[in-house]
């Protein structure tokens, strides 16, 4: 019985950044875990990701979020993202823990699951799709507006079934 | 660490079994399962033979058990345009939207937790769904096993809502160190 879930990379930011990439992730896994704990520059941000480099349209979500007063059903189509909050009114503390289950195959499309929570402001789930059947080897953390504070955190982690 | 010993980190998350099926397939079942961890996770990426829904539930069996009135569940749900919640007290109904289906892949991550007690019932969460650029759903859902009498779980039994598994779908047993 191998033991699994171990750390490929990790990383604190040393400046603000807008991105960062997880590259060259090896396919020897069966599952990823990318965790980031952190703070946006600014409170419109929101936490995003991108597969291999994939600017185009091809990503969509299902979300469900709680902002402690209201429930949100949210759906999004034809993004060049994969959103994991849709939430803009806080720039945290927050975490975000993404699961990209059978990431390295290469005839289905991706499915990614990412639970994101920031105490102050709300808490949230979402199915994500990136319509390519391609295997994954880059994850991109990214924000918009403007920036990832320095100080954060983002470890990728590898777990392999037996 | 004792002076002139290698640093010793125990492993604390290990893969018990897998499935990775390559042909349709009614069930899984995990057997035997060690009672040697403190918590189990099973990880799947699947899909169901169903049609028409985004999304199957993940029924569970817990020690070849399908006695209905034994399982109780619970569940938070988003449809992408309406958020719903409810409340089953039968076994058939298991972990809400957990797996894809209807050509729609999806995923989950379920947490047995204590599942080697005796003077508890056993429950289980999972966090799981799809999406599919215009239709999909994601669930917070919860079970509860509540026989006679509290057992250790020793197998799990894992279907789609008596749907069979599509060919490809991958479905993970892990045992977590206490």
């Given at each position: 019985m191998p033991a699994t879930y171990e750390p490929i990379a990790t990383t604190t930011l040393s400046s603000s950044a807008t991105s960062y990439t997880f590259s060259?992730?090896?396919?020897?896994?069966?599952d990823l875990v990318l965790v980031v704990a952190g703070t946006f520059t600014n409170t419109n941000s929101g936490g995003n990701l991108r597969l291999n480099g994939d600017t185009g349209t091809n990503y969509s979500t299902t979300a469900l979020r709680g902002t402690g007063t209201t429930v949100y059903a949210t759906r999004s189509t034809n993004r060049s993202f994969i959103a994991g909050n849709e939430d803009g009114s806080s720039s945290g503390p927050w975490i975000f823990i993404w699961n990209i289950n059978n990431?390295?195959?290469?005839?289905t499309y991706k499915t990614v699951l990412v639970r994101a929570s920031d105490a102050g402001a709300y808490v949230s789930e979402t199915a994500g799709l990136w319509r390519s059947t391609s295997a994954i080897n880059s994850i991109t953390f990214i924000t918009f507006d403007p920036g990832i504070s320095s100080g954060t955190t983002l470890t990728l982690y590898g777990i392999k079934a037996a | 660490m004792l002076a002139g010993n290698t640093f010793y980190d125990p492993a604390n998350f290990i893969s018990i079994a897998t499935f990775a099926l390559t042909t349709n397939t009614t069930s899984v079942t995990f057997s035997s399962i060690p009672q040697t961890y403190k918590h189990l996770q099973v990880r799947i990426y699947g899909k169901s033979e169903g049609i028409t829904y985004p999304t199957d539930n993940l029924q569970i069996s817990f020690n070849g058990s399908s006695t209905s009135g034994d399982y109780a569940s619970h569940y938070l749900l988003s449809s992408g345009s309406a958020a719903s919640s409810g409340a089953r007290t039968t076994w058939g109904d298991g972990l809400f939207n957990m797996v894809g289906r209807n050509g729609t892949w999806g995923s989950c991550v379920v947490d047995f937790l204590?599942?080697?007690?005796?003077n508890k019932f056993a429950t289980v969460r999972g966090i799981g769904g799809s999406d599919a650029n215009g239709s999909g759903n994601i669930a917070l859902s919860s079970v509860l096993w509540h026989p006679s009498s509290p057992a250790a779980i020793t197998s799990i039994t894992l279907d789609p809502n008596g749907n069979t598994w599509s060919s490809g779908s991958h479905i993970a047993l892990y045992g977590i160190k206490g």
């Open positions: 060259s992730i090896p396919s020897t896994y069966t990431y390295a195959n290469a005839s | 204590d599942y080697t007690s005796t």
